[in-house]
């Protein structure tokens, strides 16, 4: 397991973070207002009251990739992260269960057994979508990590993550991510190849691709997507190219976090679509 | 003879992959064209009102309307942005718009008057920039700007 030291994490984090939120506001909002909708913004309310067994009044609200977030304390530190179609609780960080002091009790086996009881408590179907990927330690804590796949293709924000406290073995946060789409309804094959899209974006922006580096396929909501890099002017970008009809669907970061090691692309069969198979033998 | 035959295999090889590349790169190519025009059959949006291209667009849960804004590159653009029903935000991700701001809230029965130079062609994504609900990640169309 890799140790990754706290500050290089804190930055890396917030740089991550001002990326997603330059490139999309959609994804993430701060301080939303839930006032145009009384029953929207009091079920939220009180699932999140409930959840955390307070009647302590909620400082703001954020939006995370669909789920409001009901911060009770400041600094992202104390908050329950509610789904608003159905008002299930999805996830939560409380650092009051966070140690004070004390030294490490729990080694990573250890603290991985209770972070999977977590993730046996999942629905049966949530758990077969999900693969386990990877521990860091981060300032006396665990983070546990699983990722959704569908044929072996990873979905963009899908995820789920246990932090387990080192110390004191307590759960002091989790999230499951919504699943926005249902398998059955996500692309399961490229129309093009790793190759094409690769070519595609370089012809797009008329810059070479970064060397080495093999295109890999994501699943963004529903949608296949070729994964580039190019070498740019200043810095190397990533370019994501739709594995439909060939479109560009991004630029700059991947728009969600990507395992390490993770390169699923080249042994997926391409299904060449009839639009696909017009287009190439257009004139 | 040796010499002769290491050429014509290393010419094959060349060939060969040189071919293979430009399949791809043709490939690549009617991709691009195709995605550029794919838009080519979607009437221009709104109407001309002295000079500038006006267009009124409407804000509900969770759709736009018209659902796609279409305009020619050079077009001085003005969107009136009508809010519906709850208090909705507006965005084209990668246009900076002057004078406005996407955190900025149209509340129901405002309309928000946004003016801009449409500079470049392509293609961005039109969203709702405040939450609005639970499918406020949905209300994603696309802004065209045709060469």
Known sequence: ?283 | MKKIIVILVFAIFLISSCSQRGTDAAKAKKLIDYNKKKFDSLPLSGKIVNGIREINIKGSQYEWEPENIVVSKGDKVRLIVESIDVPHGFEIEGIQIPEWNPDNLIKKGDKATLEFTAKDSGVWDTICSGYCGPGHGTMKRKFIVRE
């Open chain 1, 1 to 283: 397991m890799r140790k990754i030291p706290k500050t290089f994490l804190i930055i890396v984090i917030l740089f991550l973070f001002s990326l997603s939120l330059a490139s999309s506001h959609s994804s993430y909002l701060f301080g939303i207002s839930l006032d145009f909708d009384r029953e929207l913004k009091e079920n939220t309310i009180n699932a999140a009251q409930k959840f955390m067994n307070t009647q302590k009044i909620p400082i703001i609200f954020d939006l995370n990739n669909g789920l409001i977030m009901v911060h009770f304390e400041p600094q992202q530190t104390n908050y329950v992260e509610i789904d608003p179609i159905d008002y299930s609780v999805h996830g939560f960080r409380n650092e009051n269960l966070k140690h004070s002091q004390g030294t490490v009790k729990f080694s990573t086996k250890q603290a991985f057994e209770i972070a999977m009881k977590e993730f046996d408590k999942l629905s049966p179907s949530t758990k077969s979508e999900l693969k386990y990927s990877n521990a860091v330690e981060v300032d006396g804590t665990y983070f546990y990590k699983w990722f959704r796949y569908n044929n072996g293709i990873l979905i963009l924000n899908n995820d789920f993550f246990v932090n387990v406290d080192a110390v004191n073995g307590n759960v002091i946060a989790k999230r499951l991510a919504v699943f926005g789409y249902p398998a059955q309804l996500m692309d399961k094959n490229p129309a093009i190849t790793g190759n094409v899209a690769k070519k595609v974006a370089e012809l797009t922006f008329n810059l070479p691709s970064v060397e080495n580096f093999n295109p890999y396929l994501v699943i963004n909501g529903n949608e296949m997507l070729w994964v580039s890099r190019l070498k740019g002017p200043f810095y190397p970008f990533y370019v994501g190219v739709s594995a439909r009809d060939g479109s560009i669907a991004f630029t700059g970061v991947v728009p969600g976090e990507v395992p390490d090691n993770y390169s699923a692309g080249i042994e997926i069969k391409i299904i060449e679509t009839d639009m696909v198979e017009n287009i190439y033998s257009s004139k």
